[in-house]
């Protein structure tokens, strides 16, 4: 079995549990240990892009799931014991959604956004 920071372990549960900024802080402690890994900086991408949505920053949160995308695919299909088809196809689904002519709407109106799927990750073997 491969064992990875525990910080990694951590970031699934809490980003299961839409906890999106403490799993950026996870994900940001392993990559400023290793900032070569483009892996990590990916799904920390990802998970800023949520975490921007959710308080109605748009343009940055399709910015920065596109940058997630980039870094990410050329790690398919497999890698850190992680299948990253269902995670490139969700963060698609997510870009499809987003709307292209909105940058950025109040807080208060983050409502009213387009809902993005639900989304689980979990370890395989």
């Known amino acids: ?68 995308k980039l870094y990410l695919t050329p790690y398919k299909p497999h890698f850190w014991n992680l299948d990253l088809d269902p995670v490139l196809l969700f963060i698609g689904q997510c870009l499809d959604l987003m709307p292209l002519h909105i940058d950025k709407v109040p807080f208060t109106a983050s409502h009213t956004l387009p809902v993005l799927p639900k989304h689980y990750i979990n370890l395989t073997e």
């Not at 402690?29 to 991408?45: H, M």
């Open 1 to 68: 079995m491969d064992f990875f920071p525990q910080e990694y372990y951590e970031f699934f549960v809490v980003y299961n549990e839409g906890d999106y900024y403490t799993g950026h802080d996870l994900l940001e402690a392993i990559w400023l240990t290793d900032r070569s890994n483009l892996f990590i900086k990916g799904l920390l991408q990802m998970t800023v892009a949520l975490y921007h949505y959710e308080y109605g920053n748009v343009k940055g949160a399709r910015e920065m799931m596109k940058a997630a």
